[in-house]
C-alpha cells in the first residue's frame, strides 16, 4: 500500500460511489482528507460510515457545490486559509439532468456540474498545488466522451437538450481540459490527468428526474462494477509511485490509453479553454 502520510487530499462528489470509496481508500494510506460535498448531511453520513472502517483517520468534511460559482470560491478562500498545502484534488462530482435546469450563475446544471465546476475549483486552488508540488489533480471523465461533441457557440445546449449527450459532451470537454491544463503546468510540478473509471454502480442518474430513465439505470445496475473497484484507478493516479512525472495522459483500468483524435485537437482544446474562461470570468 502506498504510504501518503502527510499529503493532505480533497476529493469532490464524496458522500457516496467512487468519491466515498476514493476517501476511504486515500484516509487508508495515511493521507489528510477533505470531503467537499454539495449535501452536508449526506456527507456526515458518508463520513460516519468511512470512520468505522479507520482507525485514526484525518478526514474533514466541507461544503462545495460545485455547479455554484460562490460555493467553490467560498469553499477554496476556507481551504486556502486552514490548510497550507495541497498534494491532491480529485474532481469526482457527477450528475446528470433529464429536465435542462439553470443555476443561479445562468450555466446549465449538467455542463456546470461535470465541466465548469471542476475547471473552476481546479483554478482557484492551483496557486497552492504549485506551492505544494509535486501534486496531481486527478479528472473523473468517462468513456461516453467517445461519442461527445464540441459546440463552442452552443456550449450550454440553448438549441437543443438531450441530458446523454450533455452529460457525454461535458465529460468530453473535461477530458479536453486535462491535456490544456496539464500542457499548461509543464514544468511546475502539478501534474493533471483524467480517468476513466467504467462502468461503475452509482447514484450517478439520482437527480435524472426521468421515471423512465431512472428504471434504465436500475435494469443497468447488475452489470455495473461495484464503486470500491470503480475507484481503483482514481486512487492509483492520485497516490502511485509509478505515476509520479506522468501528466496530461488518460488513465483506464491502471493504465495510460490513447484517446480520441477529437479530444487531441490542440486548437480546439485552447478555443474550450478560452471559451471556458470567458463563461467563468
Given at each position: 500500500?502506498?504510504?501518503?502520510?502527510?499529503?493532505?487530499?480533497?476529493?469532490?462528489?464524496?458522500?457516496?460511489?467512487?468519491?466515498?470509496?476514493?476517501?476511504?481508500?486515500?484516509?487508508?494510506?495515511?493521507?489528510?482528507?477533505?470531503?467537499?460535498?454539495?449535501?452536508?448531511?449526506?456527507?456526515?453520513?458518508?463520513?460516519?460510515?468511512?470512520?468505522?472502517?479507520?482507525?485514526?483517520?484525518?478526514?474533514?468534511?466541507?461544503?462545495?457545490?460545485?455547479?455554484?460559482?460562490?460555493?467553490?470560491?467560498?469553499?477554496?478562500?476556507?481551504?486556502?486559509?486552514?490548510?497550507?498545502?495541497?498534494?491532491?484534488?480529485?474532481?469526482?462530482?457527477?450528475?446528470?439532468?433529464?429536465?435542462?435546469?439553470?443555476?443561479?450563475?445562468?450555466?446549465?446544471?449538467?455542463?456546470?456540474?461535470?465541466?465548469?465546476?471542476?475547471?473552476?475549483?481546479?483554478?482557484?486552488?492551483?496557486?497552492?498545488?504549485?506551492?505544494?508540488?509535486?501534486?496531481?489533480?486527478?479528472?473523473?471523465?468517462?468513456?461516453?466522451?467517445?461519442?461527445?461533441?464540441?459546440?463552442?457557440?452552443?456550449?450550454?445546449?440553448?438549441?437543443?437538450?438531450?441530458?446523454?449527450?450533455?452529460?457525454?459532451?461535458a465529460k468530453l470537454l473535461l477530458?479536453?481540459?486535462?491535456?490544456?491544463?496539464?500542457?499548461?503546468?509543464?514544468?511546475?510540478?502539478?501534474?493533471?490527468?483524467?480517468?476513466?473509471?467504467?462502468?461503475?454502480?452509482?447514484?450517478?442518474?439520482?437527480?435524472?428526474?426521468?421515471?423512465?430513465?431512472?428504471?434504465?439505470?436500475?435494469?443497468?445496475?447488475?452489470?455495473?462494477?461495484?464503486?470500491?473497484?470503480?475507484?481503483?484507478?482514481?486512487?492509483?493516479?492520485?497516490?502511485?509511485?509509478?505515476?509520479?512525472?506522468?501528466?496530461?495522459?488518460?488513465?483506464?483500468?491502471?493504465?495510460?490509453?490513447?484517446?480520441?483524435?477529437?479530444?487531441?485537437?490542440?486548437?480546439?482544446?485552447?478555443?474550450?479553454?478560452?471559451?471556458?474562461?470567458?463563461?467563468?470570468?
Amino acid at each position: 500500500m502506498t504510504d501518503m502520510l502527510g499529503k493532505i487530499c480533497i476529493v469532490t462528489g464524496s458522500n457516496s460511489g467512487i468519491g466515498k470509496e476514493t476517501v476511504l481508500a486515500l484516509a487508508e494510506m495515511g493521507a489528510s482528507v477533505v470531503m467537499a460535498v454539495r449535501n452536508l448531511e449526506r456527507g456526515q453520513a458518508a463520513l460516519e460510515e468511512i470512520l468505522q472502517q479507520i482507525e485514526e483517520p484525518h478526514i474533514e468534511l466541507m461544503q462545495c457545490d460545485v455547479a455554484s460559482k460562490s460555493s467553490i470560491e467560498k469553499f477554496a478562500s476556507e481551504f486556502n486559509s486552514n490548510f497550507d498545502s495541497l498534494h491532491v484534488l480529485v474532481n469526482n462530482a457527477g450528475a446528470v439532468f433529464n429536465r435542462r435546469q439553470m443555476t443561479d450563475d445562468g450555466f446549465e446544471r449538467t455542463i456546470a456540474v461535470n465541466y465548469l465546476g471542476p475547471f473552476l475549483l481546479t483554478r482557484e486552488l492551483l496557486p497552492l498545488l504549485k506551492s505544494s508540488a509535486p501534486a496531481r489533480v486527478v479528472n473523473l471523465s468517462s468513456g461516453l466522451y467517445k461519442s461527445g461533441r464540441v459546440n463552442l457557440d452552443d456550449l450550454q445546449s440553448e438549441k437543443k437538450y438531450s441530458s446523454q449527450k450533455v452529460y457525454r459532451n461535458a465529460k468530453l470537454l473535461l477530458l479536453m481540459q486535462t491535456y490544456s491544463l496539464a500542457r499548461k503546468l509543464e514544468g511546475s510540478g502539478v501534474a493533471v490527468n483524467a480517468v476513466l473509471p467504467g462502468f461503475v454502480a452509482t447514484n450517478l442518474g439520482k437527480n435524472s428526474g426521468s421515471r423512465m430513465q431512472d428504471l434504465m439505470f436500475g435494469m443497468m445496475k447488475p452489470f455495473q462494477s461495484k464503486p470500491k473497484k470503480g475507484a481503483e484507478t482514481s486512487v492509483y493516479v492520485a497516490s502511485s509511485p509509478e505515476v509520479e512525472g506522468l501528466s496530461g495522459k488518460c488513465f483506464s483500468k491502471k493504465q495510460v490509453i490513447s484517446t480520441t483524435e477529437l479530444s487531441n485537437d490542440e486548437s480546439l482544446q485552447n478555443q474550450l479553454w478560452d471559451k471556458t474562461g470567458e463563461l467563468l470570468g
